[in-house]
């Protein structure tokens, strides 16, 4: 069964703190994407990926940055965790070509 | 700037009732427009549509595109309490990222 999986389910930090978020897939996914999902707000782009050592800005990059060291993995950065930041974290996958994505179980970051 | 936009938010039925869920957009060199259902976890992919007024059909749920009008329709007859979830329009657009709309939250009561 193919999939997308995310490290952590929930997770808490402290305000300051560096905080990664791993994203993986197993599909050889040219494309991978991070969003954050807020109430109100629907799915808002942070940053995507075309390829190995390729990385673009979505809509709302500030206070994040990304990895993409290997095709599998896309990592998502919070130099220094705010609690504005406090959001549900989706990654997601898709071919390159393809429209639809392949989602992961979503990261939800709670920052104290 | 592109733009999806959904409607209502959200929605509250009884079981056995029919609903509509709506998706307008406005995406410049529009390629497809997807369907997703949330429940608790990652959202799961439920129908692409690229050509106006082929109809899209799984079981209760189905889907169709008007290209003209710029809008596409989900529908859920016989509504169960399993339908309960957040169901979310994007639209493709070239090779870009996906662009949502805010979600229909969708609550079954029995």
């Known amino acids: 069964d193919v999939k997308v999986t995310q490290s952590s389910r929930y997770l808490v930090k402290r305000t300051g703190e560096k905080v990664f978020l791993e994203c993986v897939q197993d599909m050889d996914h040219e494309n991978m994407f991070w969003y954050r999902q807020d109430p109100g707000l629907g799915l808002r782009l942070i940053y995507f990926s075309y390829d190995v050592k390729m990385k673009e800005k979505g809509d709302i990059p500030e206070g994040y940055s990304v990895s993409r060291e290997k095709k599998e993995r896309f990592s998502l950065i919070l130099e220094s965790a705010s609690t504005n930041q406090t959001s549900m974290y989706l990654c997601a996958s898709r071919r390159q070509g393809a429209y639809g994505y392949t989602f992961g179980s979503g990261t939800r970051l709670t920052v104290v | 700037e592109d733009k999806v936009v959904q409607s209502p938010l959200s929605l509250v039925v009884h079981e056995g009732d029919t609903v509509t869920l709506n998706c307008s957009y406005e995406?410049?060199?529009?390629?497809?427009l997807l369907w997703y259902k949330q429940e608790k976890k990652a959202p799961t992919f439920l129908f692409m549509l690229t050509s106006s007024g082929i109809e899209k059909k799984s079981g209760r749920l189905s889907s169709i595109l008007d290209k003209k009008e710029l809008f596409s329709i989900l529908n859920i007859t016989a509504t169960q309490t399993g339908d309960s979830a957040v169901y979310l329009c994007?639209?493709?657009?070239?090779?870009?990222?996906?662009?949502f709309g805010k979600g229909t939250r969708l609550s079954v009561i029995a």
């Open positions: 994007a639209v493709g657009a070239g090779n870009t990222p996906l662009v």
């Open positions: 995406v410049t060199n529009f390629r497809s």
